[in-house]
RNA sequence: GCCGGCGUAGCUCAGUAUGGUGGAGCACUCGGCUGUUAACCGAGCGGUCACCGGUUCAAAUCCGGUCGCCGGCGCCA
């Protein structure tokens, strides 16, 4: 059971590739049984590959006795090297089918764990397993394109790719929520966020971007929060609020456009409608300022004060009153992280935004304008308990040719969950991380 | 952190109100079947009823406690 397992170099196709051939030609596959049922004298064997499925069917008459009785008894998962002729017929799935010539199985699988009953639990216990589902392998594909877009959109319009360290001793969005490492006998932390470091790079570089790793020990069990996800940000000199904004938007447009070039059957199998996504391309994403949004959740019997954060039940009654992703800025300074500077013309305010996703799906980019001035840095430091002098690296790029500079991020599991219209972001992640979820 | 729900076979669940020899479907094994579509038919295998304690002649079921998980909220991408 556990011998040793070789593979020959002979002419294989994909599944995908087989699917297209004509009556009667042959074909060479090797995959992993998908489904199987036999009877005395067939076996009908569902097998996958990365492409796709196809039935092959064994007769007893057409195989040597050992071949078949392999067929006919190996289990689901167990990997199969198939050669047969290309038979269409109305019964298979697909209404074509492979009649195998020959039938090798390379391992007999155990019986697999997961079968068709099972639990969102049990399938994130055997999610080393569970990867290999249709679902699964459909939402790696799309996040592959996602990451790939948003690498070809900030390459084209000449960004860096910069990587700031993992490793970082200062906290950037609220000390509760590190994950601390032992270093050398000192303590350091995961990075929360790139963007300090991105701020240094952008004097360098002037416009750098980046998809790498986030951690962040937020106690959340909610649909939308992981403990380590990824996120795509940017960060570029010379640059205000306003074209940052445009940014964001037109960064994730052209995500959108890139996934349903390549990927419109895949979202229809995870049952997300592309026609809703392909409407947004042509429409205007509004931006609105947060006072603007309270204004709209007044007049549907939300009353929120001035100075508070917008909370998710909010930010869905807001997305009720839009088709469209939308972006609110100019948030209440006072709430927010001490690098996002006030507004000049009005200095309650700052200048900041969130990108917010419509069907409930929320926050999915977060980005401001870079405060320049010092002794505001200093002060918003301490009033958020902070101790500036750990922070001096930080205020030194403001004292050596400081420029008015911008950036964002997107949470690529966020927006992996709303394309692909997923009810978990567990999902859009292939081995999630949570507060109770570290393993496997 | 707060609120709610759940924990019984490898998996998904019923059984708990009203205590009385632990069940079903799926998976797996064996037998049958030459066109299956989550195949079907028959048989078999399979249990620390989350854990600890209590009440009782008798506890999956009642009582007390503990642990674990899921979801919502807060916070955030």
Avoid at 135 to 162: C, D, N, P, Q, W
Avoid at 165 to 175: A, F, H, M
Avoid at 196 to 223: C, G, H, I, N
Wanted: aromatic share 10%.
């Amino acid at each position: 059971m556990h011998r040793h397992l070789s593979v020959s170099m002979a002419d294989y196709q994909k599944i995908a590739h087989a699917l297209q051939k004509s009556e009667g030609e042959p074909v060479h596959i090797r995959g992993w049984i998908y489904r199987t049922r036999s009877s005395g004298k067939l076996a009908f064997v569902v097998v996958r590959d990365e492409s796709t499925i196809i039935q092959v069917v064994a007769e007893k008459e057409r195989l040597p006795d050992e071949e078949f009785a392999g067929a006919q008894k190996a289990l689901i998962e167990s990997s199969v090297d198939i050669e047969g002729l290309i038979h269409e017929d109305e019964r298979a799935p697909g209404g074509r089918e492979i009649h195998a010539t020959s039938f090798r199985v390379i391992q007999f699988a155990e019986d697999f764990p997961i079968t068709e009953d099972h639990s969102t639990e049990f399938l994130l216990d055997n999610r080393h397993l569970w990867l290999r589902s249709r679902r699964l392998t459909t939402i790696m594909k799309i996040r592959h394109t996602v990451v790939g877009a948003i690498h070809e959109f900030f390459r084209s319009r000449g960004f860096y790719e910069f990587h700031p360290p993992i490793l970082q001793p200062s906290q950037c969005e609220g000390g509760a929520t590190l994950f601390e490492v032992k270093y050398y006998g000192d303590t350091t932390y995961l990075s929360q966020s790139w963007q300090l470091y991105a701020e240094a790079a952008v004097f360098a570089l002037e416009r750098v971007y980046d998809v790498a790793p986030t951690f962040r020990a937020e106690r959340s069990k909610t649909s939308r929060h992981l403990s380590e996800f990824w996120m795509a940000e940017m960060e570029a000199a010379w640059m205000e609020l306003d074209e940052a904004t445009q940014y964001a938007k037109d960064e994730i447009k052209f995500v959108l456009r890139r996934v349903l070039e390549h990927h419109e059957r895949d979202l229809a199998y995870l049952g997300r409608d592309p026609e809703i996504l392909r409407a947004l391309l042509d429409k205007e994403w509004p931006t609105i300022k947060y006072r603007e949004a309270l204004e709209v959740l007044a007049e549907h019997g939300m009353d929120v004060p001035f100075g508070k954060d917008l909370r998710t039940l909010e930010e869905e009654e807001l997305m009720r009153h839009f088709d469209t992703p939308v972006v609110v800025t100019h948030y209440p300074k006072e709430t927010m992280a001490f690098y996002k500077p006030r507004d000049p013309q009005h200095p309650d305010e700052a200048l900041c935004f969130d990108m917010l996703a419509p069907e409930g799906y929320g926050e999915i980019v977060g980005g401001s304008q870079r405060s320049t001035d010092i002794e505001e840095l200093m002060e918003s430091l301490e009033q958020q308990g902070e101790d500036p002098r750990n922070y001096e690296w930080y205020l030194d790029l403001r004292r050596y040719g400081s420029v008015p500079h911008s950036g964002y991020g997107v949470g690529v599991e966020r927006l992996l969950a709303w394309i692909c219209a997923l009810d978990n972001i567990k999902d859009a992640i292939a081995f999630p991380r949570t507060v109770t979820r570290k393993s496997p």
